[in-house]
């Protein structure tokens, strides 16, 4: 089931090289596995790589699993992501933060009328994770890529759960009205 116009989902780490592009892949193939509409971007909350691709200890662990990365390129969240985007999904709580922060930026600067992204951890209702931060694996070993791995699999299959249910809420409401 989906939703006649794609809902846009935002994921967003510090860099934009290591997990929000790992989080943007794997939440791609497990909504595309299931046909749903959506359309799934990645950004970081810093400007320190724009252009670069993702760290290639990442694209080398994702590979390993089936997850191609090498086409996506950084790039720094903008308040206009929060006008395109109906969901944006933090790596941490530091990003939360952060974003968070620039919301309120794209609230003043659009005085709030345009803006439709709803925020929430990237583990908002991962059981295995729940509301815990993925640890950014950057200065880190192996381990820690496998654990972002780990951790955007199990969190992007509770998410797809929750878009299923929203989808499915929405077509019973235009059946109603019909």
């Known amino acids: 089931m989906s939703s006649q116009t794609p809902y846009k989902v935002l994921c967003v780490c510090l860099g934009n090289i290591c997990r929000s592009p790992t989080a943007e892949v794997v ?3 497990y909504c ?19 252009g670069k691709a993702p760290d290639l200890r ?3 662990y994702a590979l390993k699993r089936g997850y191609d990365l090498s086409a996506l390129r950084a790039r720094q969240l903008s308040t206009q992501d929060f006008i395109d985007f109906d969901l944006i999904l ?10 968070q922060a620039l919301l309120a930026q794209a609230q003043a600067e659009y005085a709030g009328s345009q803006i439709r992204a709803k925020i929430a951890l990237m583990s908002e209702y991962d059981q295995t994770y ?9 200065y880190g ?12 699999e199990s969190s992007s299959l509770a998410w797809v759960s929750v878009f299923k249910q929203q989808f499915q809420q929405q077509f019973k409401q235009q059946i109603d009205v019909k």
């Open 130 to 138: 729940l509301k815990q931060a993925l640890p950014d694996p950057y």
């Open 90 to 99: 933090a790596m941490d709580h530091e990003n939360l933060f952060n974003i």
């Open 58 to 60: 990442s694209q080398k």
């Open 141 to 152: 070993g192996e381990d820690g890529f496998k654990r972002v791995l780990d951790q955007c």
């Open 27 to 29: 939440l791609r193939h």
């Open 32 to 50: 595309d596995k299931q046909q749903l509409n959506i359309v799934i971007d990645s950004a970081g909350t810093s400007n320190y790589h724009p």
